[in-house]
């Protein structure tokens, strides 16, 4: 990690991140309402330029004691700071609007991109799986898009603003003229020099005291995702770790996680106090500085009190638009950790991409079987599970895929699938809609129960026969809560959610069923009987099955058994 550093590659990063956007199909509609914003921006830099001149008319009316005047000038401010809140008002209201949008737009391309080809779970497979994915794509894309949006329209202020009243400062600075060794120098404007050498070496100061905050947010960032998702996972396993009576443990695990949360924690409070300090002190000084610089023109009456008031007011706006560094420092050391999280993201992601096409496998549609030719299986780290093997799974002959732990049962299924990448070879499979797959815990969304039925389709299917399906499969007891929404993965037991797998696979009548243990939660009565109900009901389906039990054989005519030591598979009848 490096320290803070705005380099060439960070604003390309930032490019890179935001190009995508203002080159999309919204294009026209952000532009439009980049050029409101900027608009209305100008818009309230010409209102200060206006309220600017306001000081020195309303302040020499005090000096004067013109009562008429100041009435004047206080209605006059009045429309004056009118027409500023609303320009403030529909300039804030149109950022917002245009953050939404870049916002959503954003959030699903790295979606569509994070889901596609199974990039999330290629991720895990090829071991570069991003810490809290989920945090890059959720919080990580909102604080890049207000950044980016914030600071773009902050420095694009911050230039007018210094162009607007730069001039004014110049112009009413007037010379500053004194002695050195016997020579009379003069500066002109010497009120803008002084404002640009205060904000020169404030921003100096800054950078050298607050460079680490950088790689002090990205470890926060990190540490906080890393606490959180222990106790989300805790949560997603509260039953198996009760039953193992393993809270001791988890405890040690969340204060051992939230200790280096804490410790960062403090180092980056320490760094943001020395800024604090340097702030506070920054901005008291000028406050006074330009009243200062400015006294000795007042007290030789070279111009009013309303003069000097507006010296001052410019010189305010002349060193804030200068010191905006100073002022964002914190904020764009944030920005720069959430462009950097967002392009490592990026760059895993196609590096995943890369890595997979190392891998080949062949996949041929056929109609009728399931085959493989001189396909080899690896684990992730190279090592062969399975070499060169060779099978044909017909139409209609139940297969029982067996072999000791460790053989490869699970992860054969998951290539036939084709979500295990690291694989060799040809296969032959029919289309993908013909093929259903179902793990031993099949995956419940949230939502109602009707679309945990319905899942991952959208097949139309009447209540009348979700609740016989329901019965059938042995949990009618659920008929009545098919538009309960809950988190059912939680709600339902793992055999209840087998059994509700079940249910899937009526409605779906796949033309092959591969079940990885889906029945291993079942007792062996209700196992018969949801092996039976595809028999029955599903007679054209042809199941591939991996199990252990000897009761599964009798409903399967063929057996693939996997050699562990071979490293080979064998067809047989059974």
């Not at 200790?259 to 924690?265: A, E, H, I, M, S």
């Not at 702030?279 to 009013?304: D, K």
Request: hydrophobic content about 45%; glycine content about 4%; aromatic content about 14%.
């Amino acid at each position: 990690m490096q320290n803070f550093s705005l380099s060439r590659q960070f604003f390309k990063d930032v490019w890179l991140l935001t190009k995508s956007y203002w080159q999309s199909e919204e294009k026209k509609k952000a532009c439009f309402l980049l050029a409101c914003i900027l608009a209305l921006t100008l818009g309230i830099v010409y209102m200060l330029v206006l309220l600017n001149q306001w000081n020195n008319s309303f302040y020499s009316a005090l000096q004067n004691y013109e009562t008429e005047k100041i009435f004047d000038e206080l209605i006059h401010f009045s429309w004056l700071a009118a027409i500023y809140i609303v320009l403030a008002v529909y300039s804030y209201y149109l950022q917002q609007m245009l953050i939404l949008n870049w916002r959503r737009w954003l959030t699903v391309r790295f979606l569509d991109i994070w889901l596609k080809n199974k990039t999330y779970y290629n991720l895990q497979m090829f071991g570069k799986d991003t810490d809290n994915p989920d945090q890059r794509i959720s919080e990580d894309v909102r604080l890049f898009v207000e950044m980016t949006l914030s600071f773009t329209i902050g420095i694009i202020k911050s230039l007018c603003t210094f162009a607007s009243f730069v001039f004014i400062l110049y112009k009413m600075s007037g010379p500053l003229s004194f002695t050195v060794f016997g020579t009379t120098l003069t500066i002109q404007g010497y009120l803008f020099w002084a404002a640009l050498i205060y904000s020169i070496i404030g921003t100096y100061i800054t950078h050298l005291v607050g460079r680490k905050l950088v790689q002090l947010n990205f470890v926060q960032q990190r540490y906080e995702a890393d606490f959180r998702f222990s106790m989300i996972r805790l949560r997603e396993n509260a039953e198996s770790v009760a039953f193992y009576r393993g809270e001791q443990q988890e405890a040690g695990v969340f204060k051992n996680r939230f200790k280096l949360l804490l410790d960062n924690f403090w180092r980056l409070v320490n760094k943001q106090k020395q800024l604090v300090w340097l702030n506070s002190g920054y901005s008291q000084i000028a406050i006074i500085f330009p009243f200062v610089a400015a006294m000795n023109r007042y007290l030789n009456r070279e111009f009013t009190l309303g003069g000097l008031m507006q010296v001052s007011n410019a010189f305010g706006y002349v060193q804030s638009s200068l010191s905006y560094f100073i002022d964002m420092y914190t904020a764009i050391a944030q920005w720069q950790a959430v462009v950097m999280r967002l392009t490592y993201f990026g760059n895993h992601m196609q590096e995943v991409a890369q890595d997979a096409d190392r891998f080949h496998l062949e996949r041929f549609a056929t109609s009728k079987k399931v085959s493989a030719d001189a396909m080899q299986v690896n684990l992730p780290d190279g090592t062969p599970l399975l070499e060169k093997i060779t099978f044909s799974l017909n139409q209609g002959e139940n297969v029982l895929i067996k072999g000791i732990s460790g053989s490869g049962k699970s992860t054969l299924l998951r290539a036939i699938a084709g979500i295990w990448p690291f694989v060799e070879g040809k296969i032959n499979l029919p289309e993908r809609d013909q093929l259903m797959f179902i793990p031993q815990k099949p995956y419940i969304p949230l939502g109602t129960l009707r679309e945990a039925l319905l899942y991952p389709g959208s097949k139309p299917v009447s209540d009348d026969e979700l609740r016989l399906l329901l019965v059938r499969c042995q949990i009618g007891y659920l008929q009545d809560k098919l538009d309960l929404t809950a988190d059912w993965s939680h709600v339902l037991s793992v055999g209840e959610q087998q059994r509700l797998a079940f249910v899937r696979a009526h409605i779906q009548q796949p033309i092959w069923l591969f079940l990885d243990e889906a029945t291993s939660a079942l007792d062996e009565e209700t196992e018969a009987k949801m092996y039976s109900l595809l028999a029955e009901f599903l007679p054209m389906t042809t199941v591939v099955s991996v199990g252990h039990r000897s009761t599964l054989n009798k409903y399967h005519q063929k057996v693939l058994r996997l050699d562990k030591t071979e490293k080979r598979v064998y067809l047989e009848n059974l």
